[in-house]
């Protein structure tokens, strides 16, 4: 079985550069069903969900090809506006493909999305926007059947949660609607930014309100454009946390600044010294790492439970205890039995996990139960004295791209074998 086999304890030093954001990517893709023109999408990071986005774009009749990070995707002519199961399942994130479907083709036929690994992930928010932009909606089968023989109408609607993946198909769908939606209550993720910069790019009239709300005019037709995918900010704070549990001091490039933001006072509290400029940060760990307190994950602009799993090892080799309370997703400790296995001392109850640090984890066989666990691993095989074997490396690769490429660029002793 594919695995990563990592030595541990090598202070990590070098530079690296930062992959375009797997969250941003996916929803640009989806939004290529909107636009009739070519689109040349630059940062495109090479990641299976990316794929699996590209395989639905070309199901759907667009022509995409890719030189190297940049996809150039011509979706002038949709021949369906149906999506297989398999494809649906290949990736959670599909469903922000129904928006987009419904306000180019007035139809959208789709299984609900597979993939539980972080808990249930409903789609009720994305549903009730729909019916809310003028959507009939009946599930028979495990499939959705959408029709919005009218096109999508504008109306004023308010989230219940501020979902990104909600906040997107809305964003998606009234772009191409008629007349104007006023979405409150959305997410204010950078992705969410990103997407809609790229929409106004291809003609699209999108203004944020401020205070989570964003006002659509709907307009007739989207054309192409040339536009350049956000940096990852996950990917950026995994590779600081990298440096941070090997006693490590690294420069990061293409660095987004202002969207770590709020996982720096984390990382200061650990006693990590960080200095950065518009796109490049560099970071100095102590030896040994401080506490980081209290952890609560929450929408953008808190702490993001992305990066709750890769903090978690952190806290495991740092002195003192740490808390982290997962507001986000209801499932989300499933590293947490793993980090055990090489030694970290961690106690869970529900949402909440208390972490007592230890002076060391020890290498053990280990197995990634989802992307962001699977992260956490990995640094804790970086930080563990002796050999750590991490297994299930699809999910890793489902958002960190050559991964042991990049940390071996830093020193870290780590190889794939498959
Ligand atoms: C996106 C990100 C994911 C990140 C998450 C939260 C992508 C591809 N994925 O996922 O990496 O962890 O944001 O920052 O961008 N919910 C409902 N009903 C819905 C939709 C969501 O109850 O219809 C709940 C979810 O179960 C979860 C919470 O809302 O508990 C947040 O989900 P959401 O913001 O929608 O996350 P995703 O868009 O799936």
Known sequence: ?????????????????????????????????LCEGEIILHN?????????????????????????????IDSTNIETSEISEKLMHEMRSSIVFLGALLARTGKAVLSTPGG???????????????RDLGTAISEEGGKLFC?????????????????????????????????????NNAAREPEIKNLADFLTL????????????????????LHGCEFRVISDRIVAATYMAAAAVTGGEIDILNFP????TPVLPQFEACGCKIVSDENRMHIK???????????????????PTDFQAPAMTMASVAEGTAI???????????????????????TTQGTVAVVQGVKRLTGAKVYAEDLRGGAALVLAGLAAEGKTEVYNLKHIDRGYEKIEEKLSSLGAEIEREV
């Open 257 to 260: 600044v202002n969207d770590v």
């Open 324 to 346: 982290f309370i997962e507001t986000i997703f209801e499932s989300r400790y499933k590293h947490v039995s793993e980090l055990k296995k090489m030694g970290a001392n961690i």
């Open 147 to 183: 029709t919005a023989p009218d096109g999508i109408r504008g109306r004023e609607i308010t989230l219940a949660f501020p979902s990104v993946g909600a906040t997107e198909n809305v964003l998606l769908a009234a772009s191409l609607g008629k007349g104007r939606t006023i979405l």
């Open 44 to 72: 495109c990071p090479h990641l299976t969900d990316v794929g699996a986005a590209v395989n639905i774009l070309s199901h759907l009749g667009c022509k995409i090809r890719r030189e190297g990070d940049t996809l150039i």
């Open 116 to 130: 539980c690994e972080i808990g249930l992930r409903p789609i009720d928010l994305h549903l009730r926007a729909m």
């Open 1 to 33: 079985m594919e695995k990563l086999t990592i030595c541990g304890k090598k202070r990590l030093n070098g530079t690296l550069s930062v992959q375009g954001s797997k969250n941003s990517t996916l929803p640009i893709i989806a939004a290529a069903v």
């Open 202 to 221: 291809c003609g699209a009239k999108i203004y944020f309100a401020g205070e989570g709300k964003i006002i659509i005019d709907g307009v007739k037709k």
């Open 285 to 303: 760990a102590p030896s040994r790492l401080k506490s980081m307190g209290t952890v609560r994950t929450m929408p953008y602009p808190g702490f």
